[in-house]
């Protein structure tokens, strides 16, 4: 008996229908043992290890996958498996999976490891028979990058809570610097006034010049941009406007003809993907990422997470044979492909395929939903299309003269000759123009205005402040600037969601105050010290995920990056610890005005040696908490209640922290320096400890109680995990868990009360 490995059940299903007989055919659901997160091991930042070599950490068994594993295993050995096959996701991440699960199932005879980019027969015949050994190189990238995350995650987070932040990421802090740099410079912005006047005809539009670039009234943005049709004078845009509307024509003063080529899009990669589908879909990335894990698992489309935009011979002869067929000859093209196409070129972290059908010839999917069908084609229009011709457009740009003014009038008038690939587009693109002017293109010809209502129109406006980051535009940047990969855009982005830095109001991306703050007063304190190793900037970023890459392409050992990075990160780290002593924390002057309050006017002077809070140093702020907390009877007003007590330290129990690591987020070591009331700092951390757990990955009862009545109302996980817009089951944290379970109860309650009608 045979058994493969897989990384999801539904893939599961996909596959083992092409195994048949002799196999069995079981999913892992994740990374199966990862670093630490709890405990003693839990809570280091990182392991000693010996120069030239990798730390060794204790791999402990992510949520629920010890239970998972273990039956594998017994079932395994009662079925007297001989071959264990690995077929773990093919990229970074599942190789380390598929590393762990090759020391776990070492047991048996014959372990290997299998990798396809597409479930289909075809494929995953061809992976058996070419079975390969662990790409250990492809391991090693994905281990630095924990002990990365982890080192940054873990000691600059706790470098954080002084703040009262909740986390500081290696990507996600970078991230969250371009959405706040970016409400700065709209906050910063300065309007400026302009006048504008322009008009259709035929459908097009035409916009009067008013200045050249060289004249000393010339309309320029804040950029020093120039624009000719904006004006800062009014009586000549009213010169304009009155002009126009009083002849109601222009004349045609030149024309100068040329074609426009449109070349095809290349293939999805994950984020060209992302933005598609936001953009002709609206949908966000989590419903975007989650019908597309379904179409791959169900093995529709090739893997869903990759910057590649190469595509198999095979597939691109299978999509040629369908242009040939459907539109003929002249719509048949090169091929487009994308910057990204060549292995080792910047930004690309593997060697995948860009997503593309499985099957180019299937136009329509069967026992699929609505969205699952528009999205497959999308991608499969997207995918043809990127094997066309480019369209053709004839293109005249024409100036024109208008009665009753010196100014000239200008636009420019298009229309499609040949559609190209645009034809097997059109349903996500807007209707294009196929016909010429109505209006004569040689000198002297005349172009009357449309009839409508509002036409001309004479605008008084000011320059807008940029738009914010959208979902789709803040993954265009990360790509852009080399930070992240394909599987963190859509986690990186909720994790800001999340950790409440940033807030979605209506499909833009607004930093909160934390987040603000995060950026603007806490990632300098690392980013302002070195030219070279600015922490948190995102050039040093992407080099960082440049190296990983080269680790995985074996040009580079783990360790010495690893090394590399240790170093830097002590310099920035020590240096960041100096600078928060020398002044104190927003954390300290909270927790001294909090205690200090409560004592007399004299006693507070005292105290404070005629200083205000803000000019202590670090250092005097932690002795004068101190001997706050140690002055009997005025530290700072009454003792928590025996129930407060209670509840905090359940709060604390259930989460993943201890008491010690739980009190130091009031900056207090013991319960007994804790202060009772309503603004007490018993109050303030039993609120912190609420967040926490919320945040926390939901029970296994949880999980378990929510598959059951998903079950029984017949609705897929999928369709489950849309109501909290999330990818994957190990995302449903247990606040999330609770809103799900309260819904599908709802669901439930309806349901009855409609068979009862």
Not at 549 to 575: L, Q, V
Request: glycine residues 6%.
């Amino acid at each position: 008996m045979k058994l493969m490995i897989l990384e999801s059940g539904a893939k599961g299903k996909t596959v083992k229908k092409y195994l048949g007989k002799g196999w069995i055919v079981e999913a892992c659901f994740g990374h199966v043992q990862d670093l630490p997160r709890s405990g003693k091991n839990g809570s280091k930042a990182m392991w000693a290890s010996e120069k030239g070599k990798l730390p060794d950490p204790p791999w402990e068994w992510t949520d629920r996958a010890e239970k998972v594993i273990t039956k594998l295993l017994t079932k395994a050995r009662k079925s007297n498996v001989s071959e264990v096959y690995i077929a773990t996701d093919p990229d970074r991440e599942g190789e380390f999976i598929a590393w762990r699960l090759a020391h776990i199932f070492s047991e048996f005879p014959f372990v290997t490891r299998v990798t396809f980019n597409e479930i289909t027969q075809q494929a995953v015949e061809f992976a058996v028979e070419n079975h390969t050994e662990i790409d250990y190189a492809l391991v090693e990238a994905a281990k630095v990058r924990r002990f990365m995350d982890r080192l940054v995650g873990f000691r600059c987070s706790k470098f954080a809570k002084s703040w009262n932040l909740r986390s500081m990421g290696r990507v996600q802090t970078p991230t969250l610097g371009y959405i706040v740099e970016r409400e700065i410079e709209r906050d910063s912005h300065i309007p400026i006034p302009y006048h504008s006047v322009h008009t259709l005809s035929d459908g097009y539009t035409f916009k009067f010049r008013f200045h050249k670039s060289t004249d000393d009234e010339a309309w320029k943005d804040d950029n020093g941009k120039f624009f000719s049709d904006r004006t800062f004078k009014n009586d000549l845009a009213e010169e304009a406007y009155s002009a126009l509307k009083r002849s109601g024509s222009f004349t045609v003063m030149s024309v100068k003809a040329g074609k426009t080529n449109r070349k095809p899009p290349p293939p999805f990669t994950t984020d060209t993907m992302l933005q598609s589908a936001s953009s002709s879909l609206g949908w966000s990335m989590s419903k975007t990422s989650k019908i597309a894990s379904d179409l791959y698992n169900k093995g529709f489309i090739t893997y869903i997470r990759t910057d590649s935009t190469r595509t198999s011979s095979n597939a691109r002869e299978s999509a040629k044979s369908i242009i040939l067929e459907k539109y003929g000859h002249e719509f048949l093209g090169d091929g487009s492909l994308g910057p990204d196409a060549k292995k080792g070129s910047a930004n690309v972290q593997d060697a995948h395929e860009a997503i593309r059908p499985t099957d180019p010839k299937l136009d329509k999917i069967e026992d699929v939903d609505e969205d699952s069908t528009r999205l497959y084609s999308l991608i499969r229009s997207r995918f043809i299309s990127s094997q066309m011709s480019d369209s053709v457009r004839e293109r005249r740009e024409i100036s024109g003269t208008v009665t009753g003014t010196k100014l000239t009038i200008s636009g420019t008038a298009s229309w499609r000759i040949h559609s190209g690939w645009e034809v097997a587009s059109e349903q996500f693109l807007p209707e294009p123009r196929i016909v010429e002017p109505k209006y004569g293109l040689a000198d002297g010809s005349v172009w009357e205005i449309d009839d409508k209502g509002d036409n001309p129109v004479k605008t008084t406006d000011e320059t807008k402040p940029p738009r914010r980051f959208t979902e789709s535009s803040i993954v265009k940047k990360m790509k852009s600037a080399g930070i992240g990969r394909p599987s963190t855009y859509v986690s990186t982005v909720q994790k800001l969601s999340d950790r409440k830095y940033v807030s979605n109001d209506n499909g833009s991306l607004t930093p909160t105050e934390n987040g603000m703050v995060l950026w603007t007063e806490v990632a300098p304190i690392y980013n302002d010290q070195n030219e070279q190793n600015k922490l948190f900037s995102s050039e040093f970023t992407a080099d960082m995920e440049k190296r990983l890459d080269m680790i995985e392409e074996g040009m580079i050992s783990g360790s010495e990056i690893w090394d590399s990075f240790t170093r830097s990160f002590k310099i920035a780290h020590d240096n960041a610890l100096e600078i928060r002593r020398s002044k104190p924390t927003p954390k300290q002057i909270w927790a001294i005005e909090n205690r200090i309050i409560h004592l007399p006017e004299e006693k507070q002077s005292e105290l404070l040696g005629g200083n205000k809070i803000s000019d202590l140093t670090g250092n005097e702020a932690s002795e004068l908490i101190e001997k706050l907390i140690a002055t009997e009877g005025e530290n700072g007003g009454p003792k928590p209640s025996e129930k407060q007590i209670n509840y905090l330290t359940s709060l604390i129990d259930k989460s993943n922290m201890s008491e010690e690591e739980a009190l130091k987020l009031v900056d207090v070591s013991d319960f007994s320096e804790l202060i009772g009331g309503r603004n007490g700092t018993a109050s303030v951390l039993i609120g912190l400890m609420k967040e926490v757990n919320e945040s926390l990955p939901a029970s296994e009862p949880q999980i378990d109680l929510i598959k059951s009545m998903a079950e029984k109302q017949g609705l897929p996980m999928r369709d489950v995990l849309a109501m909290a817009e999330l990818a994957d089951e190990s995302d449903i944290t247990k606040s999330e868990a609770s809103k799900i379970i309260s819904k599908l109860k709802s669901m439930n309650k309806k349901r009855k009360r409609k068979k009862g009608n």
